[in-house]
Nanobody, 112 residues
Framework: QVQLVESGGGLVQPGGSLRLSCGASGGTFRVYIMAWYRQAPGKQRELVASISSGGRTDYADSVKGRFTISRDNAQNTVYLQMNSLKPEDTAVYYC??????WGQGTQVTVSS
């Protein structure tokens, strides 16, 4: 059973930055596709970014050029660096392993 714990959310002003972290345990981290999803109030959960075991990355069009996903297999951790944040980035952000295991989520609020 894979367990995921996110951290790093918070309140930030528009144009600011945050870095989310997700620590994994209970599985073979290095082989998993890791991903970040988000869910805003009243909206469906959407895929924000993913990174394969080989380091290939994919991003939603809405975050390309602003967000960067990375992983540290030695630390069993995946990161999401979020720059130039916008109010529409406000959501609960979830870490996922292999699109099957989920963390509890961390709130990101972008507001002045």
């Amino acid at each position: 059973q894979v367990q995921l714990v996110e951290s790093g959310g918070g309140l930030v002003q528009p144009g600011g930055s945050l870095r989310l972290s997700c620590g994994a345990s209970g599985g073979t981290f290095r082989v998993y596709i890791m991903a970040w999803y988000r869910q805003a109030p009243g909206k469906q959960r959407e895929l924000v970014a993913s990174i394969s075991s080989g380091g290939r990355t994919d991003y939603a069009d809405s975050v390309k050029g602003r967000f960067t996903i990375s992983r540290d297999n030695a630390q069993n951790t995946v990161y999401l660096q979020m720059n130039s944040l916008k109010p529409e980035d406000t959501a609960v952000y979830y870490c996922s392993a292999h699109h099957a295991y989920w963390g509890q989520g961390t709130q990101v609020t972008v507001s002045s």
